[in-house]
Each structure stands twice: as C-alpha cells, then as structure tokens.
C-alpha cells in the first residue's frame, strides 16, 4: 500500500505565499513523474505543474512564474511553491504521483486526499 499525505494549505491574502508539501510513504521501488492539480468549486480539475524523475518541470501558463514544483527524492516529497497568490488560485490542491512497487510492476497513479488553498482579496 502506498500512501500520499499533503500538508501546508491554508487561508492566505492576495499577494501571499504557501508551500504544499506531499509525502509519499509505503511499498515504493521508484517514483515517475510527481504533479499538483488543482480544482475549484463549479470547474474541472486542471493541472499546475508537473516535474520528471529527472527534475523536467511543466506548469500551466497561469501559474508559470507564480509557482515553483520540487522534489526530494531522497523523502519521496514533492512541493509547491506559491508566491504572488490571487483570488483564482483558490481551490482543492491535490498531488498526483506515478510509482511502482517493486522493479518487475507497473506503474500506478496514486492521487493525495487534497489541501484547500483559499486566497481572500
């Protein structure tokens, strides 16, 4: 079993910063891609930013600049760095990591429970 615990959402103002943090603990060989997604109330989930094994980053054109994703390899952690929030970046955050068990199984996509992010203008 494996598990992803998030941690470091909150209420912020506009113009704040938050750091997302996302563990991932259990039965890990190795570990992928690892991303954040986010979802308001009444949209669909969208990505925010993704990062590679290999520390390749992507991120969605509304939060480049803004946000910055990492990763400790070492602790299986994955964060998010938000700088320069704004009212729209206010919803359900939640982590998204692509790991095996073992060296001979495939890949699963494990979601985290999600971290509320809440930015007052």
């Known amino acids: 079993q494996v598990q992803l615990v998030e941690s470091g959402g909150g209420l912020v103002q506009a113009g704040g910063s938050l750091r997302l943090s996302c563990a991932a603990s259990g039965s890990i060989f190795s570990i992928s891609t690892m991303g954040w997604y986010r979802q308001a109330p009444g949209k669909q989930r969208e990505l925010v930013a993704v990062i590679s094994s290999g520390g390749s980053t992507n991120y969605a054109l509304s ?23 704004k009212p729209e970046d206010t919803a359900a955050y939640s982590c998204n990591v692509l790991l095996r068990g073992s060296l001979h199984s495939r890949y699963l996509e494990v979601w985290g429970q999600g971290t509320l992010v809440t930015v007052s203008s």
């Open 63 to 85: 939060v480049k600049g803004r946000f910055t994703i990492s990763r400790d390899n070492a602790k299986n952690t994955v964060y998010l760095q938000m700088n320069s929030l």
